[in-house]
């Protein structure tokens, strides 16, 4: 994203406008070796880097690390699927906001319940739908930068010197959107703590013996 610092509002409202995601239909139909994957990621998403150019979208070591920490599942036969890619464009965005482990407590039970076609809805589905919310509140977003700014343009308004007026200006606005920022990671947080204690509470109750398959064990053993 890059941002015009003579124009700012302007500016980010036109980059977010052209952030977009990688649509499933240009996601090849069949599985991909890691290099195509890296290759196909890299061509579709550097420019939502932060460098473009410089910063790496995906690595080899990035994917192995994603399926050692459970956050991807491992390819079939050296090959990545649809629902593979899903999920690395998933990890891409939300590693820009949350921990490795806050990202596995998300994954691992959306992996265990519809990766591979295992659930009713089906993993493409569920991707679309994701991205679709997003890209309707880009709309939003931008209109909110646009308050923000609007309001600290009231500030500082007696400084003579305009230099350190736009710098306290844009410092203002940096604490605004960051307090933003903190205020939604805070409440992310707490889901993801539920989502992970629910889920821990799962696996400790399938954990315990089935009472009648005891019973029928203490029949025959009689």
């Keep these: 994203m890059i941002i015009d610092s003579n124009d700012l509002v302007n500016s980010i409202m036109e980059s977010l406008s052209r952030i977009e995601y990688i649509k499933p239909e240009e996601i090849p139909g069949i599985d991909l070796y890691m290099d195509q994957v890296t290759t196909l990621m890299d061509s579709k998403l550097k420019t939502t880097t932060r460098y473009p150019g410089e910063d790496k979208v995906l690595t080899k070591t990035m994917i192995n690390n994603y399926t050692k920490n459970e ?38 039970p959306l992996n265990d319940r519809f990766f591979g076609g295992a659930g009713e809805v089906p993993f493409e589905e569920i991707y679309k739908e994701i991205f679709e919310i997003q890209k ?87």
């Design 136 to 222: 309707a509140q880009s709309d939003a977003v931008a209109k909110d930068v646009a308050r923000k700014w609007k309001a600290v343009q009231g500030t500082y308004g007696d400084l003579k010197d305009k230099e350190q007026q736009e710098f306290l200006r844009k410092l203002s606005l940096i604490c605004m959107l960051s307090f933003d920022v903190y205020m939604k990671k805070q409440l992310i947080e707490k889901m993801i703590d539920e989502l992970a204690m629910k889920t821990a509470a799962a696996k400790e109750e399938a954990k315990k013996p089935d009472p009648k398959k005891e019973k029928g064990k203490s029949k025959e053993s009689k």
């Design 71 to 108: 956050l991807l599942p491992p390819p079939n036969k050296k090959k990545y699927s649809k629902d593979h890619m899903y999920l690395l464009i998933l990890i891409y965005y939300l590693k820009g906001v949350l921990s490795i482990t806050d990202i596995q407590s998300v994954l691992k």
